[in-house]
């Protein structure tokens, strides 16, 4: 084992870290644990499940609901157990993988996630399949954590950097590709399994992901693990249940009383989180999300864009596959490959995205924010003139110009976020990243969703699209203006 020590900027010690256990065939005896390229290819296959299946459900919930005679309130259901249990655990799958090793909570929860895939795919009821989406936004949340922080971990310098901008790439890349592949399995029918087919899928790239991950990812832990800080984990989950339950399920259920009341409760519960977590730290003990990291100017900037990006992200993504199915009449399979120049245009452009930060730094998310937003521009200008006779042809300036902003802006900040913090904290930072990150794609789901479906009956499928793209262009702008104040340079 290796003792680091990472000097505070005042010059003080913060802390010690890492690095130990690895394969044998990952690691020399006295050497720390380095994460190669197929171990790298190992983690991102892991980060992109959990993505692929939050997008994938979108358009197969018409069938799910057909054949499993279940309502509206729970289908928002089967979308809405996945990304809550997702979001609330993934800061605890951080702070578990520091204690007890990122290797070995990643193989458990792909393991985990890969069983709860095959008993979605299997469910006989609507209500079975909601428990075990619950089960697989758990399992994802035990795995997905442990990605960034093997990442920090196990690799320096330039290949850290490269990681990181493939990560981020994997991340959107995965988002787009969940909802084109949702239609094409559902059109294809495979075997007969019809819908069950999404889940299906994901248990041989579990089993390819368990033999890959035992052979080629090394192990990384905290060497000073602490005890896990169950006041703040209850605390955190009941804030965000108390946020994330209403909003997506609000809809659906008529906004009952309980909705509300839940809404009112989550600032009294972010309160008592954020005090309890700060008398933790304060008396010297590991707080679950310690106050004293967002002191990091990075990291605290960097989160607040990923809120507007990833509402905005989640919000076009839902708001277009209902409009291209239920407004122009496509079929899930074309609707999702629509979306098609989209994902191109974002793998191109995340490609370049390393190469242009090391000259112009994080100037590079600025001109990301542009590019997007002239992207958004060009498909309100697309369906404002073309609706409904809009298909792939008319929408695909946009798609392609708006991705490649996309590609600009998500692998960058994600590396922005985390550059400056210490590895010994990697899976907190990681957890509170991703945590963020998911929670704002479920509000970005409920609160852009929500509008269009409530505009619809007024201003038509093409007048609700429009504003519903009008609103994520206002987010665009935000993210564009705040991208200012990001460090120019990247640690």
């Not at 380095?34 to 197969?60: Q, S, W, Y």
């Not at 095959?118 to 949340?141: D, E, I």
């Not at 730290?281 to 967002?294: I, K, S």
Request: proline fraction near 6%; charged fraction near 10%.
């Amino acid at each position: 084992m290796r003792r680091l020590w990472y000097p505070a900027g005042n010059g003080r010690t913060l802390g010690c870290v890492t690095e130990t256990l690895a394969p044998r065939s990952t690691r020399s005896m006295a050497g720390p644990p380095v994460l190669g390229t197929l171990g790298l290819f190992t983690v991102l296959l892991g980060a992109a499940l959990p993505l692929i299946d939050f997008f994938i459900v979108n358009v197969a919930l018409p069938t799910i609901g057909h054949d499993l005679a279940a309502g509206d309130a729970v289908l928002e259901l089967v979308v809405a157990g996945y990304g809550v249990a997702y979001a609330v655990l993934l800061v605890l799958g951080g702070r578990l993988g520091d204690l007890f090793g990122r290797r070995r909570l990643f193989l458990g929860g792909m393991a985990a996630f890969g069983l709860t895939s095959l008993v979605c795919g299997l469910a006989p009821t609507a209500w079975t399949l909601v428990a075990a989406r619950v089960a697989q936004g758990a399992a994802s949340a035990a795995m997905l954590p442990q990605v960034l922080a093997t990442i920090q971990s196990a690799t320096a310098g330039p290949r850290r950097a490269r990681a990181m901008g493939l990560y981020g790439a994997t991340a959107g890349l995965s988002m787009v590709a969940g909802q084109i592949l949702g239609g094409v399995l559902v059109a294809a029918d495979v075997a007969g399994t019809g819908w069950r087919a999404v889940f299906l899928v994901n248990v041989p790239v579990v089993l390819l992901g368990l033999f890959l991950a035992a052979r080629a990812v090394p192990e990384t832990r905290s060497q000073d693990p602490q005890p896990v800080d169950v006041p703040g984990t209850v605390l955190l989950a009941v804030a965000l249940v108390s946020l994330l339950a209403p909003l997506t399920e609000g809809r659906a259920a008529g906004w009952p009383l309980w909705t509300w009341l839940s809404l009112a409760l989550f600032p009294l519960v972010v309160t008592a989180f954020y005090l309890v977590e700060r008398r933790a730290e304060r008396r010297g003990r590991t707080p679950l999300v310690p106050p004293g990291l967002f002191a990091d100017l990075p990291l605290r900037r960097g989160l607040v864009m990923v809120v507007p990006f990833s509402v905005g992200f989640s919000g076009f993504m839902f708001v277009i596959a209902v409009a291209l199915q239920e407004g122009v009449g496509l079929s899930p399979v074309r609707a999702g490959l629509a979306l098609t120049p989209m994902a191109v245009s974002f793998f191109a452009a995340s490609l370049l995205g390393p190469r242009l930060v090391t000259r112009w730094g994080t100037r590079v998310v600025t001109a990301g924010g542009l590019l997007q937003a002239v992207g958004v521009g060009a498909l309100i200008l697309a369906v404002w003139g073309s609706w409904p006779h809009v298909g792939g042809l008319e929408l695909w300036p946009g798609l392609i110009v708006a991705g490649a902003g996309q590609a600009l802006q998500l692998p960058v900040l994600f590396r922005v976020i985390l550059s400056e913090v210490p590895a010994a904290r990697a899976g907190v930072g990681s957890g509170v990243m991703i945590t963020v990150q998911q929670s704002a794609l479920a509000l970005g789901v409920a609160t852009l969703g929500t509008l269009f479906l409530t505009l619809v009956p007024d201003r038509g499928m093409g007048g609700a699209l429009t504003t519903a793209l009008l609103v994520q262009l206002a987010g665009v702008a935000l993210t564009t203006a705040l991208s200012l104040r990001l460090p120019r340079e990247i640690a």
